[in-house]
């Protein structure tokens, strides 16, 4: 392929081709590992690559008309955790003119989420309330489709129709035919009764039922819940009205169990003075009690994160309710941070809006106020950026530089909320054990399974080496036999 339509191709496309596993390994998955289907797949998505001239699309090289109608963006989360593509129907219409911009335009925002989250499958929602057969584009519905089955592999887990007019009943028949039996099985035609099966309520505008109160407008580009203004530290109220007697009690009594753990901390500590005095009451802040070393680390230009992806708190019943987040700067700059959240009334996070010195680590404790729980929906925000020698970090000083930055900057990562189930005790003795016995990650159990093989693998290595020697020590006893008969018949012979 690469030999005959070189000309064919972005070769940017094809650098990352030989370099992203994780891209390959997806166009696999959606061919179920037929290679000849695969490469006719990366052939045809590369060519309409660069076609539609995708790794160069920006806000900047499409009508600023197209983002102000709102017919297309990216909000909230399905049930499982995914994130909402969102047509709102009612929006478009049929104009031959736009439509070369149009898809372009949902070709930049599936490239631009593609880019940020790392190939994150969608939950793509056809919001068909108020439409009727003038906004009816069966050319444009098919490109959306051909994107999903044939461009961005392994990157649809469902399409949720909202409330479908009967008159589109015949053209959606048609559309069946293009999406093939896999796609289609992710079909799912909902009403207002029934469309919280895959998507809550709180992501849910109020005409579908829901409680969303989120209003579309442009600018800033609505492809990310953290653009929205969030208090970056939990709500502007006394936080001790919120928490419960139970989460003063415990943090009482954790402080006088890691007494010995901040004596360990005090040098960490001291390196990073610069934190304003209203965050300086974070030196003395408990660690999660429960909190285990990271086992995995995103290694960023400018900061090492730990955990990597996400971020783990109790249920209800497990009564986890704080997580470790450990900055490490790789850099030779001072950098600053912050940390923002899309709950920001359900988290402390402390310290949100700092600094960290060169070669330094900082711990940042996120914490559930009183009666809250974690959800999958919910989401951190780091971002970074390198800061002059010359800069202050005091408060008025991260202001402003955040401020002056420029976008393109800054780092950032994403840490999702995973919520960990307890088991429902069926005696009051394990009900306390599940207290005394910390909960094991994936990561764990990834690495005892890893240790349970090496371990097998040594058996195995042992009993090979005991058969051999059981099979030489037979060897050698039917050899001794033999030659003791064999001297026995000689000395037998001689005496006839």
Not at 140 to 168: A, G, H
Not at 284 to 297: D, G, H, Q, S, Y
Not at 309 to 324: I, N, V
């Amino acid at each position: 392929y690469l030999l005959d339509k070189s000309d064919k191709y972005d070769s940017r496309d094809v650098e990352r081709l030989q370099q992203d596993d994780k891209w390959v390994e997806n166009y696999l998955i959606w061919r179920h590992d037929v290679v000849d289907d695969t490469l006719k797949m990366i052939d045809e998505s590369f060519q309409w690559r660069k076609e539609y001239t995708v790794n160069d699309l920006s806000e900047s090289v499409l009508p600023k008309w197209l983002f102000e109608i709102g017919a297309l963006f990216l909000h909230g989360y399905d049930k499982e955790g995914y994130k909402l593509f969102w047509f709102k129907v009612k929006h478009h219409t049929r104009d031959p003119k736009q439509q070369l911009d149009k898809k372009k335009l949902v070709a930049f925002w599936l490239e631009h989420y593609a880019k940020r989250d790392h190939g994150k499958p969608l939950t793509v929602v056809f919001d068909m309330a108020e439409t009727g057969i003038s906004h009816i584009d069966l050319d444009f519905v098919r490109f959306i489709v051909n994107c999903f089955t044939d461009y961005y592999p392994n990157f649809l887990t469902k399409i949720v129709i909202f409330e479908m007019p009967w008159i589109m009943n015949a053209a959606f028949k048609i559309v069946k035919g293009w999406l093939g039996p896999d796609a289609i099985s992710m079909l799912k035609f909902t009403n207002k009764s029934d469309v919280q099966e895959y998507i809550s309520g709180e992501y849910l505008p109020p005409h579908m039922g829901g409680t969303d109160s989120f209003k579309y407008s442009y600018p800033p580009l609505v492809d990310d819940d953290f653009q929205t203004p969030l208090c970056e530290n939990g709500p502007i109220t006394n936080e001790d009205e919120h928490e419960s007697k139970e989460e003063i009690d415990a943090d009482t009594k954790e402080t006088g169990e890691v007494n010995e753990v901040q004596n360990l901390n005090q040098k960490k500590m001291n390196s990073i003075e610069h934190i304003s005095k209203s965050e300086e009451t974070d030196k003395t802040e408990v660690k999660p009690k429960n909190a285990k070393k990271a086992l995995t680390t995103f290694k960023g230009p400018l900061l090492h994160i730990s955990p990597a992806e996400e971020l783990y708190f109790g249920s209800k019943e497990t009564g986890e309710k704080k997580c470790l987040i450990v900055l490490t700067n790789v850099t030779k700059n001072v950098v600053a941070f912050k940390v923002r959240t899309t709950a920001p009334e359900k988290y402390r996070v402390k310290p949100s809006n700092s600094s960290c010195e060169p070669g330094t680590s900082l711990d940042i404790i996120v914490s559930l106020h009183g009666g809250f729980a974690a959800s999958l929906q919910d989401r951190f925000l780091i971002m970074a950026a390198e800061m002059d020698q010359s800069s202050g970090a005091g408060v008025p000083e991260l202001t402003q530089f955040w401020k002056d930055v420029p976008r393109t900057k800054v780092m950032e990562h994403r840490l999702r909320c995973h919520v960990i189930e307890s088991s429902k005790p069926s005696s009051l003795t394990l009900k306390d054990n599940a207290f005394n016995i910390p909960v094991k990650t994936n990561e764990d159990l990834h690495m005892q399974l890893t240790s349970l093989l090496q371990i097998n693998k040594r058996l195995e290595e042992q009993m090979h080496r005991c058969l051999w020697f059981q099979q030489l020590s037979v060897v050698l006893s039917l050899l001794s036999v033999t030659v003791a008969a064999f001297c026995f018949y000689l000395a037998y012979a001689q005496r006839s």
